[in-house]
């Protein structure tokens, strides 16, 4: 995953993140009666609550602060930045959302530096709001998909006309494993945010394998209950890479023992590892841009 693959990043303007709306969430939910009520919900957490906080954090991370503007300029990404990033993307200003990410992108970090250290974070962030009810689902929904729609700008895959199409993910529980719940969880986020998703609860190897074969998937993300499955994993992502209908499959795997130890995900051969339900949506993308933007993907689409 080298940075080269985040070197080009388009114009940012209106019409481009206009047209990101139907690609990263799922249509009923911005059909839904109550979408009004929650933004005036929201703002009065974001000012009652979440800014305070931030303020007070700020403060004595950095005594005697000057603006958080100015602190944003010479900082790389914190704590500060992250609970700033989940506030702007609960709100509906996508704009402010792109200029904070520039601001700290046209200071020379990479964007593979900003994913690992602030978009990923901020998922993660909005996934604890949820936990202990500072949000709801739909909440969290809209702004992970906020956080999608920064990806796909600054990597340049929102360009690809099959966006829609090509965005899809097998998920699996391990074979030989008994937790459900990670995976449904991450499966009813995944449909949320606008992804196609195909989930096996029961499957062997070789029929996850199969199933890759048989459909293009972008990603397949696999979960492990325990440190027992680790064998079982690693024989599933090699048959999957091995037969996939798509020679570039990004796989991220999830589960107690990645969140212990991160570094266990190449270990077993995958390319990524997320720790919420949240943050497995931006990391899917995340390997859905590095895939398109390495092959050349949008290009190839564009000449056929």
């Given at each position: 995953?080298?940075?080269?693959?985040?070197?080009?990043?388009?114009?940012i303007?209106?019409?481009?993140?206009h047209?990101?709306?139907?690609?990263?969430?799922?249509?009923?939910?911005?059909?839904?009666?109550?979408?009004?009520?929650?933004?005036?919900?929201?703002?009065?957490?974001?000012?009652?609550?979440?800014?305070?906080?931030?303020?007070?954090?700020?403060?004595?991370?950095?005594?005697?602060?000057?603006p958080?503007?100015?602190?944003?300029?010479?900082?790389?990404?914190d704590?500060?930045?992250?609970?700033?990033?989940?506030?702007i993307?609960?709100?509906?200003?996508?704009?402010?959302?792109?200029?904070?990410?520039?601001?700290?992108?046209?200071?020379?970090?990479?964007?593979?530096?900003?994913?690992?250290?602030?978009?990923?974070?901020?998922?993660?962030?909005?996934g604890?709001?949820?936990?202990?009810?500072?949000?709801?689902?739909?909440?969290?929904?809209?702004?992970?998909?906020?956080?999608?729609?920064?990806?796909?700008?600054?990597?340049?895959?929102?360009?690809?006309?099959?966006?829609?199409?090509?965005?899809?993910?097998?998920?699996?529980?391990?074979?030989?494993?008994?937790?459900?719940?990670?995976?449904?969880?991450?499966?009813?986020f995944?449909?949320?945010?606008?992804?196609?998703?195909?989930?096996?609860t029961?499957?062997?190897?070789?029929?996850?394998?199969?199933?890759?074969?048989?459909?293009?998937?972008?990603?397949?993300?696999?979960?492990?209950?325990?440190?027992?499955?680790?064998?079982?994993?690693?024989?599933?992502?090699?048959?999957?890479?091995?037969?996939?209908?798509?020679?570039?499959?990004?796989?991220?795997?999830?589960?107690?023992?990645?969140?212990?130890?991160?570094?266990?995900?190449?270990?077993?051969?995958?390319?990524?590892?997320?720790?919420t339900?949240?943050?497995?949506?931006?990391?899917?993308?995340?390997?859905?841009?590095?895939?398109?933007v390495?092959?050349?993907?949008?290009q190839?689409?564009?000449d056929?």
């Open positions: 995953m080298g940075r080269a693959a985040f070197a080009v990043t388009p114009p303007d209106q019409v481009s993140l047209e990101l709306e139907t690609h990263f969430i799922a249509p009923e939910i911005y059909r839904r009666d109550d979408l009004a009520m929650r933004q005036r919900k929201l703002a009065q957490l974001i000012t009652s609550s979440i800014i305070p906080q931030l303020l007070r954090l700020h403060t004595d991370v950095v005594p005697d602060a000057p958080v503007d100015v602190v944003v300029k010479a900082l790389a990404p704590s500060a930045d992250i609970t700033g990033l989940a506030v993307v609960l709100g509906s200003d996508l704009e402010a959302a792109v200029s904070y990410v520039m601001v700290l992108r046209d200071r020379g970090l990479s964007m593979e530096t900003l994913f690992i250290e602030l978009l990923e974070p901020t998922a993660r962030h909005l604890k709001m949820w936990d202990h009810d500072e949000c709801d689902f739909i909440d969290v929904t809209l702004g992970v998909a906020r956080l999608q729609k920064l990806l796909a700008v600054f990597n340049n895959s929102h360009t690809a006309p099959m966006l829609d199409s090509r965005r899809s993910v097998l998920m699996a529980m391990t074979p030989g494993d008994q937790h459900y719940f990670g995976v449904t969880m991450v499966e009813r995944l449909l949320a945010s606008g992804w196609k998703v195909q989930t096996e029961a499957a062997t190897a070789q029929e996850l394998a199969s199933a890759a074969k048989g459909r293009w998937f972008a990603v397949a993300g696999l979960t492990a209950g325990s440190a027992q499955m680790m064998e079982s994993l690693m024989t599933t992502i090699k048959l999957i890479r091995e037969q996939s209908l798509n020679p570039d499959i990004g796989i991220m795997v999830g589960g107690p023992v990645f969140t212990a130890n991160p570094a266990l995900a190449a270990e077993v051969g995958a390319d990524a590892t997320a720790s339900a949240p943050a497995a949506v931006l990391v899917a993308q995340k390997l859905f841009d590095v895939a398109s390495q092959r050349g993907f949008c190839s689409v564009d056929d």
